[in-house]
């Protein structure tokens, strides 16, 4: 059971650069998110996925497209990376009411580091 | 939408002292508190968390208090320890059908002193 997995762990991109961020849980959580979080800014939401077949954006979306491949996938691409999108990149799952009782709180994957030169 | 604010950003303490880190909301129609821990380096992971029909709940060193009225809950860390320096996260959300949708507040960085 491995619970939240992110790849890749690290990765520098150069400006205009595209790339994709692949995050697989296997708790059979109905909700997926990706979060960024930058220094003195906490975690901020960037899109959600509240069930299969849906995605919507979150505070900062600008930039970043997502995927909700399957129950299990969801997927974060940057088609023209910015330097401002240097930051760690965390994706978490949850599950919904009546999936798991008293249990509600994200898992969080390990994250991804993201620098653009 | 939901915003939360959290205090203090620091917070130093030496071993054995109580720690406490206090949240504000904005929106009322939260109704999960949600405390998160990471350590450096790491993902964050969720310690204790509160729904709106409780007031306070423990779980051993650790406690949070809610208070509905005021739109503030707090996280109560007695008897520190040296493994209990970490940047701890409150966040709030609306759950309603399951689906719950976190705001954080900014972090506050714990430092415990032997």
């Known amino acids: 059971n491995a619970g939240v997995t992110q790849t890749p762990k690290f990765q520098v991109l150069k400006t205009g650069q595209s790339m994709t961020l692949q995050c697989a849980q296997d708790?059979?959580?109905?909700?997926m998110y990706w979060y960024r979080q930058d220094p003195g800014m906490g975690l901020r939401l960037i899109y959600y996925?509240?069930?299969?077949?849906?995605?919507d954006k979150g505070e900062v979306p600008n930039g970043y497209n997502v995927s909700r491949l399957n129950k299990r996938e969801f997927s974060l691409r940057l088609e023209s990376a910015a330097p401002s999108q240097t930051s760690v990149y965390f994706c978490?799952?949850?599950?919904?009411?009546?999936?798991?009782?008293?249990?509600?709180?994200?898992?969080f994957g390990s994250g991804t580091r993201l620098t653009v030169v | 939408g939901e915003n939360v604010e959290q205090h203090p950003s620091t917070l130093s303490v030496q071993e054995g002292d109580s720690a406490v880190i206090k949240c504000t909301y904005s929106?009322?129609?939260?109704?999960?508190f949600p405390w998160y821990k990471q350590e450096l380096g790491k993902r964050p992971q969720l310690i204790i968390d509160?729904?709106?029909?409780?007031g306070e709940k423990k779980d051993q060193r650790i406690a949070v208090t809610l208070n509905k009225t005021a739109k503030h809950f707090s996280l109560h860390i007695t008897e520190t320890q040296p493994e209990d320096s970490a940047v701890y996260f409150c966040?709030?959300?609306?759950?309603?059908?399951?689906?719950?949708?976190?705001?954080f507040g900014t972090g506050t960085r714990l430092l415990v002193s032997p």
């Open positions: 978490a799952s949850s599950a919904r009411m009546g999936q798991a009782a008293g249990d509600y709180g994200y898992t």
């Open positions: 708790m059979n959580h109905n909700s």
């Open positions: 996925s509240a069930s299969e077949g849906t995605t």
């Open positions: 929106d009322s129609a939260s109704n999960y």
């Open positions: 509160i729904r709106s029909n409780v």
């Open positions: 966040a709030a959300s609306l759950m309603n059908t399951g689906f719950q949708k976190l705001v």
